[in-house]
């Protein structure tokens, strides 16, 4: 059976090159032209592999990725960039919040599972958005019903088609006076289902999956709930009655079928921290189980079958990417069968004065303009000159080189202290025009930044 990615995959991302990927990512991070090269020929080598045959498929493995690079850089920020461009389930896990079977922690198979629950509720939302119109109308219909008053019975002269074509025109007067918004006032009364809440706890680092129980399937009337009357105004009513529609036209084995099928074919994990559990034998201390997890994450990224309350779910065909600073260790130090599974290794540089620039001004998201948006709301006009913007790359730097360099981090603090006036006296400003220029910055951070004690908690 041919392998195909999942179908908004195809068609948003197929046509696109590697050069393409990159360029979408650029809108996005700042620099790091060797690992948005790495991640863009993984994904497109994910498009190559469903147009080859379905046995050379099975066999083509991902290539996955090891970042190596400090804090602060970009490592989680371009692969979230790449799922969302995919239009992949993306997860990001800490390596360090696993631990070998035995010691409390997360079972490392509980990422695999995460990433289904991802995929389920990835694909119950495009589900919704199709079935949407449908469940309106129904919805509307259910109301109309509750709106209307009961039809009487119709008296032995009368005409029953007649009588039906009253009682249709006067439904399509009140479908009019609803769409319309004239009878948002009227109060109806529906069957509300009450939420109701399981009176047992699961322990943390227990999973009921591992024996395979669905308790809602066992006991579906303990946890569905009894129906109650609520009276409720007629947007409200709308908009449950809508909701319950949509979930009756979703086949929910359907959704977790192409849940899984999206996650083993087009699944993307993001391993951080992965320098953390770089341990070899003979550590003291807590360092002893580190090359146990290790082992336990082994056969994730080597490919196994996971089991979940959706089904088997393989993990051959994932794309695994790990990341870490390795300050202290190094590559090497990671046991040689998981080093083999990271083939394709790049190395983030640490930013400087002028990616910290780019950072304030060039991405879609970039920081200033996220400030001058923020205080657009309060009606005031937020406006920052080159040299201010000069000024605050250049004390990040300073910062970042005479305390932990954190990375574009540390513009979060920069620029929160810088704003900190302007932010709290925002909405009680008489004059709503700002700008923030070279003097303005020297004052507010000028003095923090020379004092290095202080700027070690401050900034």
Known sequence: MPIYLPE?????VDTLTPRQIVAELDK??????????????????RMRRQKVSPEMAEEIAPKNILMIGPTGVGKTEIARRLARLAQSPFIK???????????????????????????????REERLEEVHGKAAQNAEERLLDLLLP????????????AARDQQNQTRERFREQLRAGRLDGRVVEIDAREKAFPSFEIIAGSSVEEVDINLKDMLPGLF???????????????????????????????????????????????????DKIAGREGAQGPDVSR?????????????????????????????????????????????????????????????????????????????????????????????FTADAIDRIADYATIVNERTENIGARRLHTVMEKLLDEISFEGPDLAEKTVAIDDAYVTRMLAEIVKNEDLSRYIL
């Open 291 to 383: 090359e146990g997890v290790q082992r336990d994450i082994l056969p994730i990224v080597e490919g196994t079958t996971v089991n979940t309350k959706y089904g088997m779910v393989r993990t051959d065909h994932i794309l695994f990417i790990a990341a870490g600073a390795f300050h202290v260790s190094k590559p090497s130090d990671l046991i040689p069968e998981l080093q083999g599974r990271f083939p394709i290794r790049v190395e983030l540089e640490a930013l400087g004065k002028a990616e910290f620039v780019r950072i304030l001004t060039e991405p879609r998201s970039a920081l200033v303009k996220q400030y001058i948006a923020l205080m657009e709301t309060e009606g005031i006009a937020l406006t």
């Open 93 to 123: 896990v800490e390596a360090s919040k696993f631990t070998e079977v035995g010691y409390v922690g997360r079972d490392v198979e509980s990422m695999v599972r995460d990433l289904v629950e991802l995929g389920i509720d990835m694909v």
């Open 8 to 12: 908004t995959t195809q068609t948003s």
């Open 28 to 45: 996005y991070v700042v620099g790091q032209a060797n690992a948005k090269r790495a991640v863009a020929i993984a994904l497109r080598n």
């Open 224 to 274: 569905q709930g009894k129906t109650k009357k609520r009276r409720v105004k007629v947007p409200e009513a709308l908009e449950y009655l809508t909701q319950e529609e949509e979930q009756k036209l979703i086949d929910m084995e359907s959704v977790a079928r192409t849940a899984v099928e999206r996650v083993e074919q087009a699944g993307i994990i993001f391993i951080d921290e992965i």
């Open 150 to 161: 009961p039809t009487r019975p119709t008296a032995p002269d009368e005409d029953p088609a």
